[in-house]
Nanobody, 125 residues
Framework: QVQLVESGGGLVQAGGSQRLSCAAS????????MGWFRQAPGKEREFVAA??????YYGDSVKGRFTISRDNARNTVYLQMNSLKPEDTANYYC????????????????????WGQGTQVTVSS
């Protein structure tokens, strides 16, 4: 069983930056695909970014602004968010997958077995 704990959310002005962290425990971190998703009120949960080994993946709406990274020594994955926009306002969730089961599954919520509790990011205009 993998436990995920996010931190780093809060209120930030448009154009600003914020870094989210997700600490994992209970599994072999280096074997996990780690992802970030977000969900705004009334909307579906949206893929933001993921890392699988040395490969990085990003959603179209955050490419060029967000960077995902992982520190295997600390069992932690980070999401550096720059040039934030009001439409980035959402609850951000960290997720972990033991195995992606189909092509492009890394972008899909149903491929992730473990989820954090979420951390709210609010971007003011």
């Amino acid at each position: 069983q993998v436990q995920l704990v996010e931190s780093g959310g809060g209120l930030v002005q448009a154009g600003g930056s914020q870094r989210l962290s997700c600490a994992a425990s209970g599994g072999t971190f280096t074997l996990l695909v780690m992802g970030w998703f977000r969900q705004a009120p009334g909307k579906e949960r949206e893929f933001v970014a993921a890392t699988s080994g040395s490969d990085l993946y990003y959603g179209d709406s955050v490419k060029g602004r967000f960077t995902i990274s992982r520190d295997n020594a600390r069992n932690t994955v980070y999401l550096q968010m720059n040039s934030l926009k009001p439409e980035d306002t959402a609850n951000y969730y960290c997720a972990a997958s033991g195995r992606i089961r189909y092509r492009d599954g890394i972008y899909a919520t149903d491929q992730y077995d473990y989820w954090g509790q979420g951390t709210q990011v609010t971007v003011s205009s």
